[in-house]
């Protein structure tokens, strides 16, 4: 996507101060107090990526269950192989083949050898092996396919190649902790104890609600005067990359009676996110809903894009009670306030702890304006420059209707609230959305 021109991107949106306004971190805080740690569910291990380990794993058995080879060679008693060297090899009988997955079938006898393959146990006797290159293995299979006796180039010592039962997990152990997030590794770890499934914290399930009469669905013929319900299918993504599971609802009128139909079919989730109707305009009426059937917490936040921001709690007829995040309609307002509380909540939900995405200091090409003491998040592409360091120039037009800027940004450039620009050539903190390998 090429970037476009912002000529007026920095054009300023005269706003008078509220002095109900909370700052992100007052808003951030408040949302987070409605909100506690789901419940546990056991779900196949392949499945469990990213979610919260609900107990501890221990070990049933040792891992590796008993002493097997590091490599493929041949199981030897080392003090057999004094001496031994390609100039003068020791010659061992050999006396039988171990494969991976089989037992030895007998007992090494001193001064034979064993040929082993990865993995398998050792035979009883042997204290060492010896892998292949460091023996005359190729050239004795050119005259036999099973040499009889193998020269040994090497002077081996005790426990060389050899994996010692419960190197890697003792029986007994505990090798996970309850509230570990599951990565590729743990995954793994899980997996050699034996089980197939695992207990985890629930994935938070997001009812995604749109509203507003001028909304179309994508895949509809496009009307005059309409525009694509896209803030619905950006939330939805951002859900599920922050591991919870997004239900797209469709989208509300701008009545209080479409909002209330569609409010009701998404109760049966641990959060309610809608977009639009926020504001102060004749048509939003999430306000009103809100105030009919359950609790407001807050109504704006001191941040631009995105000062428009509702947070409650939605109650049902039979008690039950759902929290409710009501972003704006603009598409990069709503991005960017789900990244800032969104994202917080669901990782309460999902048993992790708080912790802020990356930043880096970045040098800036374009300037931030802020025009009324607000805290600013400024779509920015972060590069290196030739020396290392970190730069970030503009997206483009900052517009909270733009959501290309969105799509060509990596991080949110920070500009706060008592400051009235950060220049070209100033250093802004940048809260990173992606971290290429080319950032690091």
């Known amino acids: 996507m090429a970037k476009k021109s912002h000529s007026h991107h920095d054009r300023p949106h005269r706003h008078h101060y509220d002095a109900e306004m909370l700052s992100v971190e007052e808003a951030r805080q408040r949302i987070l107090s409605y909100f506690d740690v ?15 380990l609900a107990e501890d794993m221990v070990a049933s058995f040792n891992i590796p269950p008993m002493a097997n080879s590091a ?5 030897v008693l080392a003090a057999d192989t004094n001496g031994a060297s390609k100039a003068t090899p020791v010659e061992l009988p050999v006396t039988g083949v171990v494969a991976a997955g089989a037992l030895p079938d007998h007992e090494l006898a001193p001064g034979t050898a064993v ?3 990865t993995g398998a146990p050792v035979p009883p006797g042997a204290d060492s092996v010896v892998p292949f290159e460091d023996t005359d293995e190729l050239e004795r299979q050119k005259s036999s396919d099973s040499p009889s006796s193998i020269g040994i180039h090497l002077e081996a010592q005790p426990l060389d190649n050899i994996r010692e039962a ?4 003792e029986l007994g152990e505990t090798v996970l902790t309850k509230g570990q997030s599951l990565r590729p590794g743990e995954i793994g770890v899980i997996a050699s104890l034996g089980r197939s499934t695992v207990p985890v914290v629930r994935r938070p399930v997001v009812a995604i609600v749109s509203t507003g009469d001028e909304l179309l669905e994508p895949g509809e013929a496009h009307q005059p005067g309409k525009i694509y319900n896209s803030n619905a299918f950006s939330i939805a993504a951002m859900v599920s990359r922050c591991g919870g599971v997004p239900k797209i609802m469709g989208i509300a009128r701008d009545t209080v009676e479409s909002l209330e139909a569609a409010l009701e079919e998404a109760m049966n989730s641990d959060l309610v996110v809608t977009s639009a109707g926020v504001s102060k305009g004749n048509y939003d009426v999430v306000k009103d809903v809100l105030s009919s059937r359950g609790e407001i917490a807050l109504w704006s936040v001191r941040m631009r894009p995105a000062k428009p921001l509702a947070f409650g709690v939605l109650e049902d007829e039979d008690g039950s009670k759902v929290p409710h995040l009501g972003l704006p309609g603009n598409p990069v307002s709503a991005m960017v306030a789900f990244e800032q509380f969104g994202r917080s909540a669901l990782r309460l939900m999902m048993g992790k702890p708080e912790t802020a995405k990356p930043t880096v200091d970045a040098v800036m090409d374009d300037p931030i304006m802020n025009h ?7 779509r ?7 020396q290392g360091g970190y730069r970030a120039r ?16 990596n991080g949110l450039a920070i500009c706060p609230d008592d400051i009235g620009m950060i220049d070209v050539g100033e250093t802004a903190r940048v809260e990173l959305l992606d971290w290429a390998d080319d950032i690091f």
């Not at 056991?42 to 990213?50: D, I, Q, Y």
């Not at 009324?372 to 400024?378: F, I, K, M, P, Q």
């Not at 920015?380 to 030739?386: A, H, L, P, R």
């Open 38 to 52: 789901l419940s546990v569910e056991h779900v196949p291990l392949v499945e469990a990526l990213g979610q919260v």
């Open 71 to 75: 490599m493929d060679g041949y199981a």
């Open 115 to 117: 040929r082993i393959m």
């Open 166 to 169: 419960g190197e890697d997990v």
């Open 372 to 378: 009324d003491g607000r805290r600013v998040y400024a």
């Open 380 to 386: 920015v592409q972060v590069y290196k420059d030739e």
């Open 394 to 409: 503009s997206t483009g037009n900052q517009s909270s209707g733009v959501l290309s800027s969105m799509a060509l940004a």
